[in-house]
């Protein structure tokens, strides 16, 4: 969820475009690795490759850092700057609609192969996490769903535009113990109140409600009409917190 900022994970499988993930205590530092290959040099290098669109420097990129750097780094020092960088740059009329796509799916293309090539732990506590009604902006939910799995949970994505009325039967259904939407625009954050009032009406134990996005700094005062746990903050620490609360 955007305004969630990226928790290692031991065991993470090498999948296309991936590395295998590191202790925290593995982690190399940005200042270690010097020259074209430090954090800065290679987002200025990828976002010039992506509203350039160009796939294969970008991808050369991808490949260098995933050599030098464990993959939850990559991910908040690399592809999420870069997202930010160029979404920032398309408000100031300085990168096109088009390229600002084309970084959204390059960025969105490797999270969810991150997302979907972890087998997550069987015995882990159960999150369903999405974008909530009307809500097509879901890079921040990836994020998200990705550094709950590496943290042990079990996680359900389910992607964009969830329908307030599928949700009293998902969880009716799946019984999970932690549910995350995200909202970037009003229009999407004002159908989470919806959300907290559907799960009032289900019988205990309900699903911890949590919920963030853009949406809610724009307009801070919709924090307090939804009946949940508003996210803000880096998402290490967010997974941190909520892997203490819910284990098992």
């Given amino acids: 969820m955007r305004g969630v900022t990226p928790p290692p994970a031991r065991g993470l499988p090498t999948v296309p475009g991936s590395v295998p993930a590191a202790a925290p205590s593995s982690f190399p530092g940005t200042s270690e ?49 870069v997202q930010i960088a160029v979404g920032e740059g398309w408000h100031r009329g300085e990168v096109s609609v088009a390229a600002e796509h084309f970084c959204s799916r390059f960025v969105e293309g490797k999270l969810l192969n991150l997302l979907n090539g972890y087998v997550d732990n069987p015995a882990g506590s159960l999150v369903i996490v999405g974008c909530a009604q009307a809500e097509m902006h879901e890079l921040g939910a990836i994020m998200l769903s990705l550094f709950m799995k590496w943290a042990g949970f079990r996680v359900i994505y389910l992607g964009q535009n969830v329908p307030n009325s599928t949700i009293e039967e998902t969880v009716r259904q799946l019984r999970p113990q932690i549910l995350g939407l995200s909202a970037t625009t009003v229009e999407s954050a004002h159908n989470l109140t919806e959300v907290g009032q559907i799960l009032n009406r289900i019988e205990p134990p309900r699903p911890h409600f949590i919920f963030g996005g853009m949406a809610f700094f724009e307009r801070p005062d919709l924090r307090g009409r939804i009946q949940g746990q508003f996210l803000e903050g880096d998402v290490r620490q967010i997974v941190r917190d909520m892997a203490a609360q819910f284990k098992k």
């Fill in 33 to 81: 690795i010097q020259s074209d290959h430090g954090f800065a040099a290679m987002q200025k290098r990828l976002m010039g490759a992506l509203i350039a669109f160009d796939q294969r420097s970008a991808e050369q990129v991808w490949i260098e850092a995933c050599s030098l750097y464990p993959t939850e780094k990559i991910c908040t020092e690399l592809l999420m700057p």
